[in-house]
Nanobody
Framework: QVQLVESGGGLVQAGGSLRLSCAAS????????MGWFRQAPGKDREFVAA????????TYVDSVEGRFTVSRDNAKNTVYLQMNSLKPEDTAVYYC??????????????????WGQGTQVTVSS
């Protein structure tokens, strides 16, 4: 059973930074990509960013482009989300996810096979 464990969430003031980590319990060579999603209270879970494991190419939602950076460490089976210039509207539970499915858009929630338990990010104004 694959496990994804997020860490790094917390409370930060607007304009601050946080780095989220997601460690996988097994080697990731068979995965197509890993992504980050977030869910604010009363809202649907939404795509934030994703990285294709072999190529390292990335995709971002427009609202975080230029502020967030997704990266991976193959040796540690870990993906990161560096979040800078945080805004109150970034407040949400952040989830990492992994997929073996190569079709479907990177932002497609249904394409991700495995999910972490989530980590809370709160940005105060």
């Amino acid at each position: 059973q694959v496990q994804l464990v997020e860490s790094g969430g917390g409370l930060v003031q607007a304009g601050g930074s946080l780095r989220l980590s997601c460690a996988a319990s097994e080697r990731t060579f068979r995965w197509y990509a890993m992504g980050w999603f977030r869910q604010a209270p009363g809202k649907d879970r939404e795509f934030v960013a994703a990285i294709r494991w072999s190529s390292g190419s990335t995709t971002y939602v427009d609202s975080v482009e230029g502020r967030f950076t997704v990266s991976r460490d193959n040796a540690k089976n870990t993906v990161y989300l560096q979040m800078n210039s945080l805004k109150p509207e970034d407040t949400a539970v952040y989830y990492c996810a992994a997929r073996t499915i190569t079709t479907a858009a990177m932002a497609s929630l249904r394409a991700y096979n495995y999910w972490g338990q989530g980590t809370q990010v709160t940005v105060s104004s």
